[in-house]
């Protein structure tokens, strides 16, 4: 079975600031998905940027990038120029590349605070 | 279009008494799957159904029922509720096999969550 891990429980920065979220996973397929999640005070799980692991590149989205080491099994989120509305709880998921029936896989979550 | 639509939002109950949470998708999803949230947890997959009439347990599903009479709904049943099954619930679909294909588009959408209190 596949497992997450968050160390942050909770971090808080400066608006304008950047800041890195960690994730490492344990796996023993070579392919699969690995996905960032954002959960605001409003509750929705909103997919903030995904990652497949044959690939190379880091994903980007916009100001979210992350900083895939597939041999150190890490998957870090960095956030630029971070704002208010990114206040959220983040979460790191973890899905099998074969159908992934089995669903994503959690990690604990990391409560990130911008502060003004 | 609605999306993942859950209700209710909040419900509370009492230890013993049973409830249907819902969850309709307007997306012609195949895929659907049930989470529990937990304060600490992170999310965890309960039951999860890939088509009609077809459906299997997650990493949680004691407690729980699940049928999928139709594509567009997907119902988690608590029969005898507990105290441990305070929590929020969150219903999640998408077009097929989560993560079939190298397109992004089978990436899962989630409802809005239901928050269960079982006194």
């Known amino acids: 079975a596949q497992t997450v891990t968050q160390s942050q429980p909770e971090m808080s920065v400066q608006e304008a600031e950047t800041v890195t979220l960690s994730c490492t996973y344990d796996t023993s397929e070579n392919n699969y998905y690995l996905f960032w999640y954002k959960q605001p005070p409003s509750r929705q799980m909103i997919l903030v940027i995904r990652q497949e692991a044959y690939k190379q590149q880091n994903a980007t989205e916009n100001r979210f990038s992350v900083n895939f080491q597939k041999a150190a099994k890490s998957f870090s989120l960095k956030i630029s120029d971070s704002q208010l509305g990114d206040t959220a709880m983040y979460f790191c998921a973890f899905m099998d590349w074969g159908g992934g029936a089995d669903g994503l896989t959690f990690g604990k979550g990391t409560h990130l605070i911008i502060q003004p | ?119």
């Open chain 2, 1 to 119: 279009n609605a999306g993942v639509t859950q209700t209710p939002k909040f419900q509370v109950l009492k230890t013993g008494q049973s409830m249907t949470l819902q969850c309709a998708q307007d997306m012609n999803h195949e895929y659907m799957s049930w989470y529990r949230q937990d304060p600490g947890m992170g999310l965890r997959l309960i039951h999860y159904s890939v088509g009609a009439g077809i459906t299997d347990q997650g990493e949680v599903p004691n407690g729980y029922n699940v049928s999928r009479s139709t594509t567009e709904d997907f119902p988690l049943r608590l029969l005898s509720a507990a105290p441990s099954q305070t929590s929020v619930y969150f219903c999640a679909s998408s077009y097929s096999m989560p993560g079939q294909g190298s397109s992004g588009a089978n990436v899962l959408t989630f409802g809005a969550g239901s928050r269960l209190t079982v006194l």
